[in-house]
Every structure is written in structure tokens, then in C-alpha cells.
């Protein structure tokens, strides 16, 4: 048992002296540091770091080092390795992020923006590759735990500001660069990561843990720069932090082994009750505060492999660990049958006494002569052939471990679609570790996200711009090809279109109504088909005789099948489209904003009392402005009788429109109306409301024709 350590007469309590109770604080964190390390102990009270470190070795395919006269083998033929490397090939594909969902009506359009929220700041932050580090450390060492924070990270960096030909003499400026600001998310060591004995979990049900403590080794200068004067600097004891030294400088901190002269220890201390967050540094309290996230939670995440038994505390099982037996008995046979081979080409030799050969005479050489007395007095030591069983017990622990990690090797095939279906049918073992991965570490991870960009994007972020000046603005994310609008009445309207676009954050479009969000898992975890698969399964739903028939009849658009096509058999669609000449654009066409400045003129002469016919081809723009002005205070104000006439007349013009929106989304007309105009600008010509008033042009630059 590791004793704790609290040396009163310590040096550095003549240098550091801080409160009564900061002194208990500094206390609780190391006796809570303390009882943690203890408790690193599977269930038999055998040492978790020790296995751990066994298990990376046997990942690693780890081989001692020998000697030069040592000719035993030392080969480890690395199965674990294949074992863990096929299991992380398939899981890394898998889309397992639950989504982001409403508790309520009033969030439906804040949830669907908030995923994309959360899809922009993963990509930003390289999510993928920290989940491949998260879901690596599972497999290897049973359990892997995820931060999840807000991450600013800031340096000042010199530019050349001017530079003296004549003395020879450079003039730098200092800025501020800013390399990342954003929530962030990370995988974190599990040597790092110490966690409340007790716990069961990190945030889930009745036995999740009361604190925990992450571990920062760094070097001295890098501790100063990034804590000194900082946020976390919070009593300016910084100052007092000092590296290395001896065990008896410090009255509880004790420098781990390994550790050099130059690096502090820092630990962060998360509390769920009392609420804390406790920042230590080789016995330096330097921040005492509450836990500056708005969920309040310990705010990491946690994912498993295989999970033990109920009660039988925080850790799981890896896959090293499974294959433990099997992969020693296999590395036994291994090295047995290749010491055999070495001995039967080195073979040991019988030598009568009265001869005088020495050894190195014995060793083997191409026409070499050896002179004997009597040949018959040295006489090789013959072995038996290895026993062809030999090999047959190797494979029969290669499958044991794979039947027990559920990693079966694929059969051979003749065709790729073949060794695709064949791919699928063995890896579906692995539906049960994605499942748990998904429900377990990144429910936990998108909980805490999601209420993090709540956070820090209803506030306005300082960005720097041309020249010395900052602003106040609030973020922007990217969508790749999709445009994001935001509706009148505030739904989220997303436009599939090519190319990169931006939309601004502001606090009202994810701030929720009911206090947060819910998560929901889209669909159960599947293993993705193969491409060749995939191909195949395409190409023949195009020329399905229904598919062809809906295309010929406009229930599918002809021309996102065609990309969908391309985009399966790895080209680009917009490659290969033609470029379609854009018609009638010196004809007099005009865009949206025109059609919405037409509807307000047309509201003033109905407003008059003239009545005006549906213009051809208006726009669902167009008409709802026919509908806002319904309400407005001039119409408000109007005689009864006028009103009436009024309500009339646009109610008419409104059906008139609406009803030929609907029959051009279906494809067809309507006897008696007028046929869609060729132009948007024809349309507008051939309105009543140019008819009214003749001088009336397109656009709202237009004037009239003088002549």
C-alpha cells in the first residue's frame, strides 16, 4: 500500500504559505490523488498500470533483448496486433453519434441547427482522429475516457515590421495568434485519468463518480507561459511553483518516477459535490473555484470494450486481455519450432574424447574439410520431424481467439463482391462493441458538447480585423454543400448546393426553450456496405425497370441519379456535367427581389380599390407578401365598405397564384389560366399591374421609356 505522504516541515512551506483554507483544499486534492492510485486495482488486487503495461507490450508485439550468444528464439508472432488492427479498421467507419433532438415543438428547427453545430466544431477539431485514439486505447486497455472542454489556444508570435538596410537591423511586432478557440474534445490517457474508487461510471446512474483528477506533466517554461497571469492564476501563486527538486521540498506532492528536473506536475481536480474545480501544481493550489461548465457534470466521457460484470467497479476488459492465454502459448509454439529448426541446422555433434576437433571446427562452411581420426566417433545428435499436429495446434488457438473477440478471418473468394459479402457476414460480431461505444463514450461525449455550444456561442467572440482593431461577432460554422436560411417564421431551411457556405450563430437560434436538448440514436449501428458492394447494388437499381419508369415519369429527377451513379464509382459529378447556357437572362428576367418589389406596388393599387388579376408565374415570395399586407395598419384603417372590396379583391388575386404554384409543382395546368411564361420577366410584363400603370418597369433601378 503506498503510504501518503505529509512532510509539515516541508521547504517549500517557508517559501508558500497560503489560508487555512486553501491549505485544506490543497489537502483534499492530494489525500483524494492519493486514495485514487490506490484504488488502481482489478478486482483480484492485482496492479491496473502493471497490466496495462503488459498489454501494450503485447500489442506491440513486444520482444526482449538478447544476447549475442543467446540463439533461442525470441519471436512474437503478433496475433493481438491483428486482432485489435481488424477490429479498429471496421469500427473507426461507423457513424455512431447519436443526434441532437427537441425536447419540444418550439426546438424542432434549434436541434436540427445544433447538429450542425456539433458535425462543424468535430471537424474542426479533428474529432475523427481523437475518437481512433479513444476507441485504439479501448480495445487495447479495456477502457478509454474522452474530455470534453473549451479550448483557446493563444501564443504571441513576431512579424517583420521593418527592416534598416543601412544598419542591417530587423524590427519585429508582437501579435496574438490564435491557433484554436472552440469547444474541443480529446482522448485522454488512462495513465492520466484518476477517478473516485467507488464509481462505477464517470456520469451515469447511482455509482457515478464524485471527482476526479486528470494529470498534466509539463515543462517548467511551458507551465510558467501558460498559466502565469492567466484565468487559472487565480491567486497569483504561480510564482511559487517550482520543478524538480527533493521529495523533501514538497509536504504532499512526490515526483513520480520517470519524472525529469524540469517538469511540474499539474492536476486538475473536478468535484461534482461540493462543486469544484481545483488546480494543483507540485503543491501549489493556484486556482480554487466551481466548475466553469454549464451542465455542471464531470466533464468527461467514458467508453468500454468488453464490460465486466455489474459491481465490479470502473474498468473493462481489452482485447490483449482475451487473447492473454492463447497469445502465450502461441508465442511458446512458436519459438519451440524455430529453436527445433535452428538446432537441427546447428546440429549437436557426439565426439569421442580421444579426438581433438574444437568447436569451431564444427561450424558449417561451404567445401570446408574437417580431419578425424575415425569419422564413426563423431556422430550428429538426429531429431524426429516436427509433428504436422505442430501446426494444427497453432490454428486452433488462432481461432479460439478469434471466436472469442468475435474477429473471424474471411475466407478466400474468386470476385471482390464475393469477398465483400463474405467480409460482412464474419465482422458482424462486431455489432455489440459499436453498440456499446455508441451508447456509452459518444452519447456521453455529444451530452456534453451540445451543452457546451450553448454555452460559448450565445456570446459574441473578439475576432481581430484588418489593421489594430478587434470586434465583437458572434460565430459562423461552414456547411459543405448545403445552404442554411432561416424561415420567417424561424424554421431552418437547408438547400442542398454545391460548395462551401457560412451561417451565422446568434444566441436565439440554440438557446432551447425547455433548458437542453435530448439525444437520440439515428439507427442502430450497421457495418457499412463495401464499395464494390455498394456498386454493384447501384448499378443495378438503376436499370430496374420501376426506377426507370419513375424517372421517365419525373417521380425521380434523372439528374441526381446520375450523380448519385458517378459519385458510387468514384467520380465527380460536376466533372462531367455539361455546361447548361443560361437563357433569357438579356430578356428580361429578374430575380426574386424584383418579384417581391412587384407584390408590394400591386398591394398599393388594390389597396386603391382596382382589382388586379393573379400575376403569371409569381413566387411563394411573392404571394405571402399578398398575405402579410393583409394585417397590416393600412389595410387596418380602411372603411368597412372599402375593407371588404379589399379583402375581396386579393383574396382572389392570392387563390389565382397559390393555384398555379401547385399545378407547376405537379408538372400540369389548369384550363383557362394563362401558360407559365418562358421568363420570370415576361411574367411581370404580362401582369395586370403593368397594364394599370404602363410606366411600371422591372426592377427597381428601371425608369421609364421617354420617347
Known sequence: MIQFKDKKD????????????IQAVRRNVYERFHLMKAGRVDRYGNDLEAKWRKWEKQ?????????????????????????????????????????????????????????????????????????YAAIKQALILGKTVWQEDYWQDKRIVKFLKKFDMDKNEEEYVKKEMTDFDDVYGEAVSLYDFYIDPLAQSINRGRFKAQDCIRRYVMDYNAFVESYKGSIFDQFGAVQYVRPGASSDYYQYYKPASGMLADQVEVLFYWGRNPDKLVIVANDVVIRDGPNPYMHKQLPFAEGSDVKRIVGSGFYAIGEPELLESIQDELTTLRRMRIDRQHLDIFKTFFVSNKETIDEDEAIIAPSRFVYVDDPNSIRPLEYRDINPSAYHEEELLKQDGRDVTGILSPQPTSTATDAAIQKESTMRALRMKIWLLSRE?????????????????????????????????????STPNVQLETARDGSLVEKKERGEHFFEIKPE?????????????????TLPVSKPLLQQKVNELSNNPIIMAAIEQGHIDPGKMADKILEVNDFDPDELKAEVPQQGVQQGMVDEQQLLELANRENEIMLEGKKLGPTPYASRGHTNIHLAFINSEPVKNLPRAKFDDFINN????????????????????????????????????GSEAKATNPALMIGAEGVPNMQ
Open 650 to 685: 386579393i383574396s382572389a388575386h392570392v387563390l389565382g397564384e397559390s393555384t398555379a404554384q401547385e399545378l407547376r409543382e405537379q408538372g400540369g395546368s389548369r384550363a383557362g389560366m394563362p401558360q407559365p411564361p418562358t421568363s420570370v420577366g415576361q411574367g411581370v410584363e
Open 59 to 131: 500489442y506491440e508485439a513486444w520482444r526482449p533483448d538478447r544476447s549475442a550468444d543467446d540463439w533461442q528464439s525470441t519471436i512474437v508472432p503478433p496475433f493481438t496486433t491483428t486482432i485489435v488492427e481488424k477490429a479498429l479498421a471496421e469500427m473507426i467507419d461507423q457513424t455512431v453519434q447519436p443526434t441532437i433532438v427537441a425536447r419540444g415543438i418550439e426546438d424542432i428547427p434549434k436541434a436540427k441547427l445544433m447538429n450542425y453545430i456539433k458535425d462543424y466544431t468535430w471537424e474542426i477539431g479533428d474529432g475523427d482522429l481523437e475518437a
Open 509 to 525: 437560434f440554440i438557446i432551447p426553450y425547455y433548458g437542453s436538448y435530448d439525444l437520440r440514436m439515428s439507427a442502430e449501428p
Open 10 to 21: 516541508a521547504t517549500i512551506n517557508s517559501i508558500y504559505k497560503p489560508s487555512d483554507e
Open 441 to 477: 463514450l459518444f452519447t456521453g461525449i455529444i451530452r456534453l458538447r451540445a451543452s457546451n455550444i450553448v454555452q460559448f456561442y450565445k456570446t459574441p467572440k473578439v475576432e481581430n480585423i484588418v489593421g489594430e482593431g478587434k470586434i465583437n461577432k458572434f460565430r459562423s460554422i
